[in-house]
């Protein structure tokens, strides 16, 4: 048997299994990468390693190259745990064999009159190239000469000759570098691994030939990129990737890292021409597998100008390499797609997925991570060409991003889920290590970077990466955050933290984690809803959002086919920015002002906030210009309280008599209350006029106005303290959506008054319509979808039973009588045109709790949040729906002050209006036969008036000015 049949584990110390360094082996596996055949390059490089040398030590330095191209193969293929594996062997074999840089024979290492033909087959700009005669095989010296018997001790190597292609294997630690830090990003300077390798790979003294420290410093170029030594890493690679006019085979890496590092900077068109000359570097060489990943970024960081050129660049090499490498062709056909889309030359673009389309159907052509890069590219052109993210059936748009996220997000190895990008592997790296620096500054700062938005470069290196980041599920890091300043018991930042996790409950549920709801806000509102910073990113930003906003602000057409035609263009341009590489301001929801919002709280109003988290209930209490912070202990029993106190009114009882007999039910609403808070003086009303809550988890469904202030005698909450509710502390400051200019109120109502009687219900509601000064009953006097409302009426009224969709809470219809059309649901509202009514009243949704069950609040939380979102300034919507007589007491008196005294004032009213009214129970259809004797029946039963959530947001009238106080911690 030949010694390298035998498996890896089985060579014994010092048994070299072939000759060459790395083995014939390794390079005809490298052929088989560039050809495009993942599986099979692959198994070529297993087979490679086995041919490597192994000495007592483990595997020699000849295993570099070879794990830096498994790296490659799982990289593409998608296991980036592979990746991980396969990288940091390259760099503990470069670490453990220290100072090996210093045994070659450098002396020899540029052949003296050599010549370098130009290769056959490229473009002028590749061919003329001059590449510098640089020899495949040194002589290496190995071992150690043993001139004592004192040396006879540890691990010995007699010394020894070998000629090995010292070049490549500096290639293989070069690319390891590379992916290294496209693997780890941020996380980069963290690793240990990557300083201890600059410092395994130093410069040796004795080594002085320029050739050769250009080759180690193109080596050490790379290293820095890894370590996220950015500028340095640009100096070193334009120190030594050129010499004497002529490049070496470590330039196109150590000038691909130097392109990257411009592409974080604020000039990033700068790296288009160091990207370019990387192409034609790799190309003259036969470096295949670098050309792709250079015209990629070159078509990333392309600006309008530039991206044409690119383009033509991308087409070019594309044609010329197909038959040298069919994966630098297919790299080159994608990233020239997008370089097109960009450049608006739509049908170059389709040209090119074509073609690439058609390679990767090849069966020697397995690409996985290029097909998600095309599946972007793809959403991308399906945009510019009118197309935009469907609400019901998949659009072209949604076919494309759903070929790109089964790589990126649902990747699989025979049934076992990868993880296949790398800033989600980056957010199970953090999952990971939780809890071991909790507390740590640097560890705050670290989470920052995750629960932010990707960075620009991010977008320019790698796209697919950076979308797919915005859409999975970041609470991880969110939490951690959170619980770092619980730690702290930082309460001013606490509140912070609360925000972004509740804000991004909402945005990670929307296409593209909430991208095209940004672009939505950002042109839709006026400077004031939008903020300072947003107004001057809109004034300055691309001429594709300029012109989305011009089209937002022109007057709407008024034939409906018009408008819904108008519209749809509005969406496909939403949809191309939220595709292209910009990064957008956060408008939506509106983020809480860290440093000034608690201070501008008017006087004797507090800010309530509650989030639970892995069955804690973390508590803020903002007021006086400081933030209390404390934890609800017992968490988990919370949800059944709530459902005791809900049942002990009437909500979702299934048998009995619906209303209580007496009040034990307030004994249960004050175990709930000292549940929720430290002591009776907590919140009282010698502290508080006026109180915004922002509930969490099941929280939604209780009504805090029931609660009474001190012992089940006392006053109750609402009594004394006027509530309001947000779905997030920046919602409490922020309104979403201007004043109505309109007056007008709508009312959509189907059988909600007297349900069993078709003919008492009409009147009832036309009744209503009748006592408002200008009101429109819909779709009688005006038949369009609710979404197309727009502003043509100031407050819209839904009086019909709303049941939010259990699968996709964005799919619930809204009017009532628009169900029948996916116009009528949050999604739509979501959409453009950009205009709504500047309130909306759901006072028949049935959140879970009419049905007997405890959610998780995410049916109200999602709703109100959508409505919010698309511009809606104030929204009431009803916990459990009631309906009859006590419904048309309340709707009347409030829908009387609403265009006239705003959502607050008007409900206070209606409600007091509601409580202080006579009621027949026979006209209540919640109400048992048994209890239709009832005798002195009152709209007093919190069952009839406490069903009411009213989210509305403080005026600016209503905040001190800015820095009125200072908030204290």
Same mark, same amino acid.
């Not at 709930?672 to 502290?687: E, G, K, Q, V």
């Not at 919640?926 to 004797?933: A, D, G, P, Y």
């Given at each position: 048997?030949?010694?390298?049949?035998?498996?890896?584990?089985?060579?014994?110390?010092?048994?070299?299994?072939?000759?060459?360094?790395?083995?014939?082996?390794?390079?005809?596996?490298?052929?088989?990468?560039?050809?495009?055949?993942?599986?099979?390059?692959?198994?070529?490089?297993e087979?490679?390693?086995?041919?490597?040398?192994?000495?007592?030590?483990?595997r020699?330095?000849?295993?570099?190259?070879?794990?830096?191209?498994?790296?490659?193969?799982?990289?593409?293929?998608?296991?980036?745990?592979?990746?991980?594996?396969?990288?940091?062997?390259?760099?503990?074999?470069?670490?453990?064999?220290?100072?090996?840089?210093?045994?070659?024979?450098?002396?020899?290492?540029?052949?003296?009159?050599?010549?370098?033909?130009?290769?056959?087959?490229?473009?002028?700009?590749?061919?003329?190239?001059?590449?510098?005669?640089?020899?495949?095989k040194?002589?290496?010296?190995?071992?150690?000469?043993?001139?004592?018997?004192?040396?006879?001790?540890?691990?010995?190597?007699?010394?020894?000759?070998?000629?090995?292609?010292?070049?490549?294997?500096?290639?293989?630690?070069?690319?390891?570098?590379?992916?290294?830090?496209?693997?780890?990003?941020?996380?980069?300077?963290?690793?240990?691994?990557?300083?201890?390798?600059?410092?395994?790979t130093?410069?040796?003294?004795?080594?002085?030939?320029?050739?050769?420290?250009?080759?180690?410093?193109?080596?050490?170029?790379?290293?820095?990129?890894?370590?996220?030594?950015?500028?340095?890493?640009?100096?070193?690679?334009?120190?030594?990737?050129?010499?004497?006019?002529?490049?070496?085979p470590?330039?196109?890496?150590?000038?691909?890292?130097?392109?990257?590092?411009?592409?974080?900077?604020?000039?990033?068109?700068?790296?288009v021409?160091?990207?370019?000359?990387?192409?034609?570097?790799?190309?003259?060489?036969?470096?295949?597998?670098?050309?792709?990943?250079?015209?990629?970024?070159?078509?990333?960081?392309?600006n309008?100008?530039?991206?044409?050129?690119?383009?033509?660049?991308a087409?070019?090499?594309?044609?010329?390499?197909?038959?040298?490498?069919?994966?630098?062709?297919l790299?080159?056909?994608?990233?020239?797609?997008?370089?097109?889309?960009?450049?608006?030359?739509?049908?170059?673009?389709?040209?090119?997925?074509?073609?690439?389309?058609?390679?990767?159907?090849?069966?020697?052509?397995?690409?996985?991570?290029?097909?998600?890069?095309?599946?972007?590219?793809?959403?991308?052109?399906?945009?510019?060409?009118?197309?935009?993210?469907?609400?019901?059936?998949?659009?072209?748009?949604?076919?494309?991003?759903?070929?790109?996220?089964?790589?990126?997000?649902?990747?699989?190895?025979r049934?076992?889920?990868?993880?296949?990008?790398?800033?989600?592997?980056?957010?199970?790296?953090?999952?990971?290590?939780?809890?071991?620096?909790?507390?740590?500054?640097? &560890?705050?700062?670290?989470?920052?970077r995750?629960?932010?938005?990707? +960075? +620009?470069?991010?977008?320019?290196?790698?796209?697919?990466?950076?979308?797919?980041s915005?859409?999975?599920?970041?609470?991880?890091?969110?939490?951690?955050?959170?619980?770092?300043?619980?730690?702290?018991?930082?309460?001013?930042?606490?509140?912070?933290?609360?925000?972004?996790?509740?804000s991004?409950?909402?945005?990670?549920?929307?296409?593209?984690?909430?991208?095209?709801?940004?672009?939505?806000?950002?042109?839709?509102?006026?400077?004031?809803?939008?903020?300072?910073?947003?107004?001057?990113?809109?004034?300055?930003?691309?001429?594709?959002?300029?012109?989305?906003?011009?089209?937002?602000?022109?007057?709407?057409?008024?034939?409906?086919?018009?408008?819904?035609?108008?519209?749809?263009?509005?969406e496909?341009?939403?949809?191309q920015?939220?595709?292209?590489?910009?990064?957008?301001?956060?408008?939506?929801?509106? +983020?809480?002002?860290?440093?000034?919002?608690?201070?501008?709280?008017?006087?004797?109003?507090?800010?309530?906030?509650?989030?639970?988290?892995?069955?804690?209930?973390?508590?803020?209490?903002?007021?006086?210009?400081?933030?209390?912070?404390?934890?609800?202990?017992?968490?988990?029993?919370?949800?059944?309280?709530?459902?005791?106190?809900?049942?002990?009114?009437?909500?979702?009882?299934?048998?009995?008599?619906?209303?209580?007999?007496?009040d034990?039910?307030r004994?249960?609403?004050?175990?709930?209350?000292?549940?929720?808070?430290?002591?009776?003086?907590?919140?009282?009303?010698?502290?508080?006029?006026?109180?915004?809550?922002?509930?969490?988890?099941?929280?939604?469904?209780?009504?805090?106005?029931?609660?009474?202030?001190?012992?089940?005698?006392?006053?109750?909450?609402?009594?004394?303290?006027?509530?309001?509710?947000?779905?997030?502390?920046?919602?409490?400051?922020?309104?979403?959506?201007?004043?109505?200019?309109?007056?007008?109120?709508?009312?959509?109502?189907?059988?909600?008054?007297?349900?069993?009687d078709?003919?008492?219900?009409?009147?009832?509601?036309?009744?209503?319509?009748?006592?408002?000064?200008?009101?429109?009953?819909?779709?009688?006097?005006?038949?369009?979808?609710?979404?197309?409302?727009?502003?043509?009426?100031?407050?819209?009224?839904?009086?019909?039973?709303?049941?939010?969709?259990?699968?996709?809470?964005?799919?619930?219809?809204?009017?009532?009588?628009?169900?029948?059309?996916?116009?009528?649901?949050?999604?739509?509202?979501?959409?453009? +045109?950009?205009?709504?009514?500047?309130?909306?009243?759901?006072?028949?949704?049935?959140?879970?709790?009419?049905?007997?069950?405890?959610?998780?609040?995410?049916?109200?939380?999602?709703?109100?949040c959508?409505?919010?979102?698309?511009?809606?300034?104030?929204?009431?919507?009803?916990?459990?729906?009631?309906?009859?007589?006590?419904?048309?007491?309340?709707?009347?008196?409030?829908?009387?002050?609403?265009?006239? &005294?705003?959502?607050?004032?008007?409900?206070?009213?209606?409600?007091a209006?509601?409580?202080?009214?006579?009621?027949?129970?026979?006209?209540?259809?919640?109400?048992?036969?048994?209890?239709?004797?009832?005798?002195?029946?009152?709209?007093?039963?919190?069952?009839?008036?406490?069903s009411?959530?009213?989210a509305?947001?403080?005026a600016?009238?209503?905040?001190?000015?800015?820095?009125?106080?200072?908030?204290?911690?």
């Amino acid at each position: 048997m030949r010694v390298s049949s035998l498996p890896a584990q089985d060579l014994l110390p010092g048994v070299e299994p072939a000759s060459s360094y790395p083995s014939v082996t390794y390079y005809q596996a490298l052929d088989i990468y560039r050809s495009g055949d993942l599986p099979t390059a692959n198994k070529a490089f297993e087979a490679a390693l086995r041919s490597s040398r192994v000495d007592i030590n483990g595997r020699w330095i000849d295993a570099i190259p070879v794990y830096a191209m498994m790296a490659e193969c799982q990289w593409h293929l998608g296991d980036l745990v592979a990746t991980r594996q396969n990288l940091d062997n390259v760099y503990q074999i470069a670490i453990r064999y220290r100072g090996w840089l210093g045994r070659p024979d450098w002396a020899s290492v540029l052949q003296a009159n050599v010549q370098r033909t130009p290769p056959p087959g490229l473009w002028p700009q590749a061919a003329s190239v001059n590449r510098l005669p640089i020899a495949s095989k040194l002589q290496y010296a190995s071992g150690q000469r043993i001139t004592a018997p004192s040396q006879l001790r540890g691990t010995i190597e007699e010394y020894n000759v070998k000629v090995i292609d010292v070049v490549e294997i500096m290639r293989g630690l070069s690319i390891a570098s590379y992916r290294r830090r496209m693997l780890l990003g941020s996380l980069a300077d963290q690793d240990p691994l990557t300083r201890e390798v600059l410092d395994a790979t130093k410069y040796p003294a004795d080594v002085q030939i320029p050739i050769a420290r250009a080759l180690m410093g193109s080596v050490r170029a790379t290293e820095r990129f890894a370590n996220h030594e950015d500028q340095q890493a640009v100096t070193d690679a334009m120190k030594s990737s050129v010499v004497n006019n002529g490049v070496h085979p470590l330039s196109p890496l150590a000038q691909l890292c130097q392109a990257s590092a411009i592409a974080g900077s604020d000039k990033p068109h700068e790296a288009v021409p160091v990207a370019a000359n990387v192409v034609n570097i790799a190309a003259s060489l036969g470096h295949y597998e670098v050309v792709g990943e250079a015209m990629q970024l070159a078509a990333g960081c392309a600006n309008e100008q530039q991206a044409g050129v690119v383009r033509v660049s991308a087409e070019t090499a594309a044609t010329s390499l197909i038959r040298k490498s069919r994966l630098a062709a297919l790299h080159c056909m994608v990233a020239g797609a997008d370089a097109a889309v960009t450049a608006g030359e739509l049908d170059a673009a389709s040209q090119l997925l074509n073609q690439a389309q058609a390679m990767v159907g090849r069966r020697d052509v397995f690409q996985p991570r290029l097909n998600a890069y095309g599946g972007y590219v793809a959403a991308r052109l399906a945009a510019a060409r009118g197309d935009a993210v469907g609400m019901v059936a998949a659009s072209e748009v949604d076919q494309a991003l759903d070929l790109m996220n089964a790589f990126a997000l649902n990747r699989k190895d025979r049934n076992r889920p990868l993880i296949s990008m790398p800033r989600i592997y980056q957010m199970e790296l953090i999952r990971q290590s939780m809890g071991k620096q909790l507390g740590g500054e640097s &560890s705050d700062k670290l989470l920052e970077r995750y629960t932010n938005e990707p +960075p +620009p470069e991010l977008w320019r290196r790698d796209p697919v990466d950076a979308l797919s980041s915005t859409t999975v599920d970041r609470t991880v890091p969110h939490t951690a955050r959170l619980q770092i300043a619980a730690y702290k018991k930082q309460g001013t930042e606490v509140l912070a933290r609360m925000d972004e996790l509740l804000s991004h409950r909402f945005l990670r549920r929307l296409a593209m984690g909430g991208r095209i709801t940004q672009v939505r806000s950002l042109v839709r509102g006026d400077d004031k809803v939008i903020g300072k910073e947003a107004a001057e990113f809109r004034n300055k930003a691309p001429k594709n959002i300029k012109a989305l906003r011009q089209a937002v602000v022109a007057p709407p057409p008024a034939d409906k086919d018009a408008l819904l035609l108008a519209a749809n263009r509005m969406e496909s341009l939403a949809t191309q920015i939220a595709l292209s590489r910009v990064t957008l301001p956060r408008t939506m929801l509106p +983020p809480l002002q860290e440093k000034t919002a608690v201070a501008r709280l008017p006087d004797r109003t507090g800010l309530l906030t509650f989030v639970s988290v892995d069955n804690r209930l973390y508590v803020t209490l903002a007021a006086e210009g400081k933030v209390e912070f404390w934890t609800v202990g017992g968490a988990a029993r919370i949800p059944g309280e709530i459902g005791r106190l809900l049942v002990s009114i009437g909500v979702g009882k299934a048998r009995g008599k619906r209303l209580p007999e007496d009040d034990t039910w307030r004994r249960a609403a004050v175990t709930l209350r000292r549940h929720l808070f430290p002591d009776d003086t907590t919140i009282s009303a010698d502290r508080f006029d006026q109180l915004i809550i922002v509930p969490d988890s099941a929280l939604w469904y209780l009504p805090f106005e029931m609660l009474p202030i001190e012992g089940d005698q006392s006053p109750l909450i609402g009594d004394r303290i006027k509530i309001r509710y947000a779905a997030t502390p920046g919602l409490a400051f922020q309104p979403t959506g201007p004043r109505a200019t309109s007056r007008a109120v709508a009312i959509a109502a189907d059988m909600f008054f007297a349900p069993r009687d078709l003919e008492l219900n009409e009147t009832i509601t036309q009744s209503l319509a009748d006592s408002v000064n200008d009101s429109i009953r819909i779709p009688q006097k005006l038949n369009v979808p609710s979404s197309l409302l727009a502003d043509s009426v100031g407050h819209l009224l839904v009086a019909a039973p709303v049941a939010p969709n259990p699968k996709n809470a964005f799919a619930t219809n809204v009017g009532a009588y628009d169900r029948g059309t996916p116009a009528g649901t949050l999604a739509a509202w979501m959409r453009f +045109p950009a205009k709504t009514p500047e309130s909306v009243l759901l006072a028949g949704f049935r959140s879970s709790v009419d049905q007997g069950k405890m959610g998780s609040g995410e049916d109200l939380f999602l709703t109100v949040c959508a409505l919010q979102s698309s511009g809606v300034r104030n929204v009431m919507v009803s916990r459990w729906i009631v309906g009859g007589e006590s419904s048309a007491i309340a709707m009347r008196e409030l829908l009387q002050e609403l265009p006239f &005294s705003g959502m607050n004032e008007s409900w206070a009213r209606a409600r007091a209006v509601l409580r202080r009214s006579e009621l027949d129970p026979v006209a209540e259809p919640l109400l048992r036969q048994s209890e239709h004797e009832i005798e002195g029946l009152t709209g007093d039963q919190p069952f009839f008036w406490a069903s009411y959530l009213v989210a509305a947001p403080l005026a600016e009238s209503e905040l001190k000015p800015p820095g009125a106080i200072t908030p204290k911690k």
